[in-house]
T-cell receptor, first 112, second 115 residues
Framework: GQSLEQPSEVTAVEGAIVQINCTYQ??????LSWYQQHDGGAPTFLSY????GLEETGRFSSFLSRSDSYGYLLLQELQMKDSASYFC?????????????FGTGTQLKVEL | GAVVSQHPSRVICKSGTSVKIECRSL??????MFWYRQFPKQSLMLMAT?????????EQGVEKDKFLINHASLTLSTLTVTSAHPEDSSFYIC???????????FGNGTRLTVT
């Protein structure tokens, strides 16, 4: 199985901290990525975890626990511009090479 | 660096016609490009993996004869939607990778509307 599950919507206020969870099925796991997508735009890469633990990049951090088949994206000091959809994605290795499978996506709404 | 250019950004066509979408890696060589489709408020669904100089690998349920993919060079892949129908209206996004690991670099997408 290659599915990745995320909450469909999260709402938070400006300046707050929000966590977006992602659970996945374990078979053939090679790392978890996070992408941000604004309406009508291209997904942009945020973070990647190949190993367990926390990766920090400015206001965004991503965490992975392979034993729990779980990861999350943490956004701190939320800004209005962070309102977007966020996708976790896993690398899948097949006979034809690598490919990226995306999660169900979480729409984040940041309010004043 | 790592810019992917996709054209056109929007296209409206009549039912039964064909539409070609181009995806170019501008500053790196992409041995592999990916084509995704995204319906409103939904996730990106991988349609096919395009390898330079060889046939594309299609995901289950994607019609090869309808979605023709050509990857003739290390910087260009094209997706042709043949005999388009209204149900093919969607947001098509290409992506490319310069190595084996993330990140993927995405084009800005093509909004296809079939009338």
């Amino acid at each position: 199985g290659q599915s990745l599950e995320q909450p469909s919507e999260v709402t938070a206020v400006e300046g707050a901290i929000v966590q977006i969870n992602c659970t996945y099925q374990t078979s053939g796991f090679y790392g978890l990525s996070w992408y941000q997508q604004h309406d009508g735009g291209a997904p942009t890469f945020l973070s990647y975890n190949a190993l367990d633990g926390l990766e920090e990049t400015g206001r965004f951090s991503s965490f992975l626990s392979r034993s729990d088949s779980y990861g999350y994206l943490l956004l701190q000091e939320l800004q209005m511009k962070d309102s977007a959809s966020y996708f976790c994605a896993r690398r899948v290795v097949t006979g034809g090479g690598n490919k990226l499978t995306f999660g169900t996506g979480t729409q984040l709404k940041v309010e004043l | 660096g790592a810019v992917v250019s996709q054209h056109p950004s929007r296209v409206i066509c009549k039912s039964g016609t064909s539409v070609k979408i181009e995806c170019r890696s501008l500053d790196f060589q992409a041995t592999t490009m990916f084509w995704y489709r995204q319906f409103p408020k939904q996730s990106l669904m991988l349609m096919a993996t395009s390898n330079e100089g060889s046939k594309a690998t299609y995901e289950q349920g994607v019609e090869k004869d309808k979605f023709l993919i050509n990857h003739a060079s290390l910087t260009l892949s094209t997706l042709t939607v043949t005999s388009a129908h209204p149900e093919d209206s969607s947001f098509y996004i290409c992506s490319a990778r310069s190595g084996g690991l993330p990140p993927l670099h995405f084009g800005n997408g093509t909004r296809l509307t079939v009338t």
